[in-house]
């Protein structure tokens, strides 16, 4: 072998284990975040949402079924009379899981996922509002009030089981033994 290609293998050699030895580096920063004490919220500081969330071993989960809207006014005579748009109703959902948990002891910040189902809505030529979807979690998440940014899912579908319904969520809770 010339000397410049044992060179350049060498090289090759040095820099190869260098960027092994950073990404090791980097795994093991993050599987030292992931046997924290505390739930941790991954992703990009510019999104509404986290990108994952790791629970440690020591906490406790709670999953809450497809939660639907509460009734408005079950004498209306349009879904929004008695459900209201997509807003009003996310809204309508996100009260009920914030009575719920501090019912239980826990708060809004104690969610770490979200699945929501959104349908489309008659008023907008059959699109889905998710605008109005972003607007409610806004008002509940990644606020002064609750920093917490939860891993989220948004999925479009045909239906839910009430066709006044725009909106179903799903939400899984974490939370220490002590609350």
């Known amino acids: 072998m010339k000397k410049t290609a044992k060179k350049l ?16 580096g980097a795994s093991s920063e993050k599987a030292e975040l ?3 004490n505390a739930v941790k919220f991954f992703g990009s500081s510019t999104s509404s949402i986290s990108s994952s969330v790791a629970i440690p071993h020591n906490y406790h989960t709670l999953y809450f079924s497809g939660t639907v809207p509460s009734v408005i006014n079950r004498n209306g005579e349009t879904l929004y009379d008695r459900y ?44 889905i ?7 409610a979690y806004a008002k509940y998440f990644n606020t002064d009030e609750n920093p ?16 006044d319904w725009l909106i179903e969520i799903e939400a899984e809770v974490a939370y220490t033994g002590g609350k």
Request: avoid cysteine.
């Open 34 to 36: 992931m046997k924290a």
């Open 9 to 24: 293998v060498v090289t090759g050699l040095v820099v190869s284990s260098l960027m092994v030895g950073a990404t090791v």
């Open 148 to 163: 917490v940014k939860t891993a989220r899912s948004t999925v479009g579908v045909e239906g839910l089981v009430n066709s």
């Open 129 to 135: 509002d998710y605008d109005g979807w972003f607007k």
């Open 84 to 127: 209201g748009d997509t807003e009003t109703q996310a809204i309508s959902i996100l009260e009920k899981f914030k009575a719920d948990l501090e019912g239980k002891g826990l708060s809004m910040s104690d969610i770490t996922y979200l699945r929501v189902y959104v349908v489309p809505d008659p008023a907008l030529d059959g699109k």
